[in-house]
Nanobody, 117 residues
Framework: QLQLVESGGGLVQPGGSLRLSCAVSGINLDNHAIGWFRQAPGKEREFVSASSWIPGTTYYADSVKGRFTISRDNAKNSVYLQMNSLKPEDTAVYYC??????????WGQGTQVTVSS
């Protein structure tokens, strides 16, 4: 059964860090792109970061570049998003996605990230 399950969200103070995880089952990540997207209240879903199936190829939205790092462990069929220097504007529901050629075919249910003092 194809499934993407995010975890690791929560409440963090501005400047803090969180690491999101996405456990993937039912597809082989070796030949799929993976990505993270987010949706804040009242806003459209937006791209955060992606990793191509080509090793070492990653993409970031300008708003998170230098603060967030995407990674994958194909052996564990898992995807990660390390988020540092978090800001209140990073507050959103974060979604993991996978697909070929773009990470848009399969989606997780989302995990809430709230950055607030």
């Amino acid at each position: 059964q194809l499934q993407l399950v995010e975890s690791g969200g929560g409440l963090v103070q501005p400047g803090g860090s969180l690491r999101l995880s996405c456990a993937v089952s039912g597809i082989n990540l070796d030949n799929h792109a993976i990505g993270w997207f987010r949706q804040a209240p009242g806003k459209e879903r937006e791209f955060v970061s992606a990793s191509s199936w080509i090793p070492g190829t990653t993409y970031y939205a300008d708003s998170v570049k230098g603060r967030f790092t995407i990674s994958r462990d194909n052996a564990k069929n898992s995807v990660y998003l390390q988020m540092n220097s978090l800001k209140p504007e990073d507050t959103a529901v974060y979604y993991c996605a996978a697909g070929h050629p773009n990470p848009s075919d399969y989606w997780g249910q989302g995990t809430q990230v709230t950055v607030s003092s």
